[in-house]
C-alpha cells in the first residue's frame, strides 16, 4: 500500500480552500485540482509500505505523539512550486511558520529513521496541496489570480492528532483512506 502520515484540517479550512479553489478554477482548465476532504499537511511521505509494517508505524506514532501537545496553524496565502517559476507544477497554500510543527515532524522523521525509513533530504516546506498544474496554456491569468492571495488568512486551526493513510491512486486522483489516528499528548 501507498502511505503517508498527516495532520487533518477542519471543515471550516477546506471550506476557506475551495471557496478560493472555485475562484482559480474560473481561470483555468488545466489543473487537476484536490478535493476538500483529501486536503491534508502531510508531515511524511512513506511510499509502498507492507502492511505488516503497520503496527511498527502505530508504534512510532504513538511515541511521537506522546512529546507533542495539541498545537494552533494558521493557513495562509497561495503560492506555487517550486518557488519563483514560470512553470510550476503545484498549487499551494501555506502555513504560517511555527516551531511545534517543525518539531513534531523532526521527531516523526526521527522515529521513522529507525524503522528504516528515509530520512528527509531536504528542509521542510509545510503546505497543502490544492492542485497540479497539467498544461501551461493560459497560465498567465491563473498565477496572476494566485497572486491575489499572498496575504491571504483561511484561518487557524488545532492539530490534535496525527493520522497514516493509504492513497489509493485512481484516475480521478488520489482517494485517501484512514489507517491509523493517534491523538496528541
Not at 511498527?56 to 493557513?75: D, G, N, Q, Y
Not at 528542509?123 to 491569468?141: N, Q, V
Request: net charge positive; aromatic share 8%.
Amino acid at each position: 500500500m501507498r502511505a503517508f502520515i498527516a495532520a487533518e484540517l477542519g471543515k471550516d479550512i477546506q471550506s476557506a480552500l475551495l471557496n478560493a479553489i472555485n475562484i482559480l478554477k474560473e481561470k483555468d482548465g488545466k489543473v487537476r485540482w484536490a478535493k476538500p476532504p483529501g486536503i491534508h499537511l502531510t508531515l511524511k511521505f512513506l511510499g509502498k509500505i507492507k502492511s505488516e509494517f503497520i503496527p511498527e508505524i502505530e508504534s512510532v506514532l504513538k511515541k511521537t505523539a506522546k512529546k507533542h501537545t495539541p498545537f494552533s496553524l494558521c493557513i495562509k496565502r497561495i503560492g506555487t512550486f517550486p518557488l519563483r517559476s514560470h512553470k510550476p507544477r503545484i498549487i499551494w497554500a501555506g502555513i504560517e511558520e511555527n516551531e511545534y510543527l517543525v518539531s513534531l515532524h523532526e521527531e516523526l522523521d526521527k522515529n521513522l529513521i529507525k524503522l528504516g525509513f528515509p530520512g528527509e533530504k531536504r528542509k521542510f516546506h509545510p503546505h497543502l496541496t490544492l492542485g497540479r498544474i497539467k498544461s501551461y496554456i493560459s497560465i498567465d491569468d491563473l498565477l496572476s489570480d494566485i497572486s491575489k492571495y499572498q496575504e491571504f488568512e483561511f484561518g487557524k486551526k488545532t492539530v490534535s492528532k496525527i493520522v497514516l493513510y493509504e492513497s489509493i491512486l485512481k484516475p480521478s486522483g488520489a482517494e485517501y483512506r484512514k489507517i491509523i489516528e493517534q491523538e496528541l499528548a
